[in-house]
Nanobody, 123 residues
Framework: QVQLVESGGGLVQAGGSLRLSCASS????????MAWFRQAPGREREFVGS????????YHADSVKGRFTISRDNAKSTLYLQMDSLKPEDTAVYYC????????????????WGQGTQVTVSS
């Protein structure tokens, strides 16, 4: 079992920055992949980016590439999402997720999920 707890959401003006954290516990994350997803009201859950925990190799969705950065702190078993140049369309509940094996952009591939943290970007 892997437990995930997100934090760091909030209200920010367009053009601002936020950093989300996802603290994990329960198992070491070697051989796991972790990802960030987001879901706005009335919309499907959307892939934001992922990281292979062992290698640190990251993938970012085109919609956030160049603005968002995924990283991890192995010693703290914590995943991060640095969000810069935020836009109102980035408003959503952001979730972190984990799966054994390689990364994947489909939410159906992930079996462990955090409770989500709200990010609201005002214009």
């Amino acid at each position: 079992q892997v437990q995930l707890v997100e934090s760091g959401g909030g209200l920010v003006q367009a053009g601002g920055s936020l950093r989300l954290s996802c603290a994990s516990s329960g198992r070491t994350l070697t051989s796991y992949a972790m990802a960030w997803f987001r879901q706005a009201p009335g919309r499907e859950r959307e892939f934001v980016g992922s990281i292979d925990w062992s290698s640190g190799y990251t993938y970012h969705a085109d919609s956030v590439k160049g603005r968002f950065t995924i990283s991890r702190d192995n010693a703290k078993s914590t995943l991060y999402l640095q969000m810069d140049s935020l836009k109102p369309e980035d408003t959503a509940v952001y979730y972190c997720a984990a799966k054994w094996g390689g990364t994947n952009s489909s939410p159906r591939a992930y079996i462990y999920w955090g409770q989500g943290t709200q990010v609201t970007v005002s214009s």
